[in-house]
């Protein structure tokens, strides 16, 4: 039972949706099945907790208990009780949006012939527009249709001799492509970086060719797109970054938080890759990043910082030696975290910072306080207690944990075989460190190729740091 489409979207409901259902259903406008409101209140009963039934024998004895069990009536119930939730779902994102209910207001009024309203209403859209806080891809979907509307308007109630608003109209809707078609090839090309990807472009090479030919510096989200595809098309031309950075620290006001953070993030990508390449300096660029993203609150999600944010920011800034700001970091924004991450994620980044700091035993400490859920962190826990017993020349501790370390990563079936190799690459090469002399420069050369040409392995800069100081 538990597994139909109903009980799911039920399961995703806040404590404050049932009774605002509750609500909905009993409306006569919307349900004159009483059936439906005793099924929504049993079944609101047993996601509160108040109510159990073992299956659905048990839910239509509750519903019909003079009657003997009727599978099909009680799933026609149940499809006519889904239906009305995918109705009261819509209902809610259409209340939340007054310029959604404005839309439909304004084709009503024009297909009602309407004349008076329709105007007044078009005349308030224009303003609601104008005064509109961000301009991003919803604004210039939201402006094509006014325009379109406008024209459809003209056609209708005006002379032939009249030119309705067809020149706005197509101008609009090239804005609204032009804006969506880049920031789709963002994304597409993002992907081709990160997972191989094959997509086709069709039509981006007219498009950016176009967009540096006509001019668009007035449509903060054309410029911005267009220069993050320059970006990744050119890496090598750094101007073309650092003009991205202007434009996002001049323009991404003008975009809710959600789109301002994946502008960050295209951003933050070609640092990585840079530094992936070891230019060292992008290190600074990337931390600016994420201390502007942090400053202007774009970083966090309804209030709440992701755990994968406060582990790279951490990881960052203790690369460049920024140790006071890191654990003042730490201290301010774990509050910030989800609840189930906090004292995870503070204790394992903490031990990161203690770690940078050449305090092992303060490492081991920490890193034995806590058995982490999320597979990543428990895997990036293991290698730093490796790394850690390996800087303290703990022989048997290093060997026992390389063992186990190895067998987690075999059993864990849900890992992909890329990152299983990374941290079986990175036991294998510090186990093989570990029994070179400091004196065996042939091995340790031999040893310092092989590293050098692993595709995949994790915390690669730090084993050549080690081979170094043997050399």
């Not at 799933?75 to 209910?101: C, G, T, W």
């Not at 774009?298 to 951490?314: D, M």
């Not at 394992?348 to 400490?365: G, S, T």
Request: glycine fraction near 2%.
């Amino acid at each position: 039972m538990e597994k139909t489409t109903l009980f799911q979207v039920y399961a995703s409901f806040k404590p404050t949706e049932f009774s605002q259902f509750r609500r909905f259903i009993k409306s006569p406008f919307f349900n004159t099945n009483k059936n439906l409101v005793k099924l929504s209140d049993e079944l609101s009963s047993y996601f509160n907790g108040k109510r159990k039934f073992k299956d659905k024998a048990g839910l239509y004895k509750r519903l019909y208990p003079d009657e003997n069990y009727d599978d099909l009536k009680l799933r026609h119930l149940f499809s006519d009780l889904l239906k009305q939730l995918k109705l009261f779902m819509a209902y809610q994102v259409f209340e939340k949006n007054p310029i959604d209910q404005q839309m439909i207001l304004l084709k009503n009024y024009r297909e009602r012939h309407l004349v008076k309203l329709f105007e007044k209403t078009m005349k308030k859209m224009d303003v609601l527009q104008h005064i509109h806080p961000y301009r991003d891809t919803e604004f210039y979907r939201n402006h094509y249709i006014l325009e379109a509307e406008k024209n459809s308007f003209l056609e209708e109630n005006m002379s032939r001799s009249i030119e309705p608003n067809l020149q706005n109209t197509m101008d609009a809707l090239d804005v609204m492509y032009i804006v969506n078609k880049l920031r789709y090839a963002c994304h597409m090309l993002n992907y081709v970086n990160v997972m191989q990807a094959d997509y086709q472009l069709l039509l981006i090479k007219e498009i950016m060719l176009h967009v540096r030919e006509n001019g668009y510096e007035h449509i903060p989200a054309i410029g911005i797109y267009y220069q993050i595809l320059n970006t990744f098309e050119n890496p090598e031309n750094e101007e073309n970054y650092f003009k991205l950075k202007y434009l996002i620290n001049e323009h991404t006001k003008r975009f809710p938080a959600a789109e301002a953070l994946i502008i960050y993030n295209f951003a933050m990508n070609y640092c990585v890759g840079r530094i992936n390449e070891g230019d060292n300096k992008y290190l600074n660029e990337i931390f600016d990043l994420y201390k502007t993203a942090l400053q202007k609150s774009i970083i966090f999600k309804q209030g709440v910082l992701s755990p994968w944010y406060y582990k790279n920011i951490t990881v960052v800034g203790l690369r460049l030696g920024e140790f006071k700001w890191v654990k003042e970091f730490l201290k301010e924004y774990k509050n910030a975290l989800p609840l189930d991450y906090q004292e995870n994620a503070f204790t394992y980044n903490l031990a990161k910072y203690y770690f940078y700091r050449e305090k092992y035993n303060q490492v081991i400490k920490m890193l034995r306080e806590v058995e982490y859920q999320d597979i990543f962190y428990s895997l990036d826990s293991k290698a730093m207690l490796l790394k850690t017993y390996y800087e303290l020349d703990e022989l048997d501790a290093f060997e026992s944990l390389a063992d186990s370390f190895k067998v987690y990563l075999r059993r864990k079936k849900n890992l992909s075989e890329n990152h299983r190799r990374n941290y079986l690459n990175l036991i294998k090469f510090v186990q093989k460190l570990y029994r070179l002399m400091p004196g065996d420069r042939e091995g340790l050369l031999k040893l310092q190729s092989q590293i050098n040409q692993a595709r995949h392995l994790a915390d690669k800069n730090w084993i050549l740091l080690k081979l170094n100081e043997l050399l």
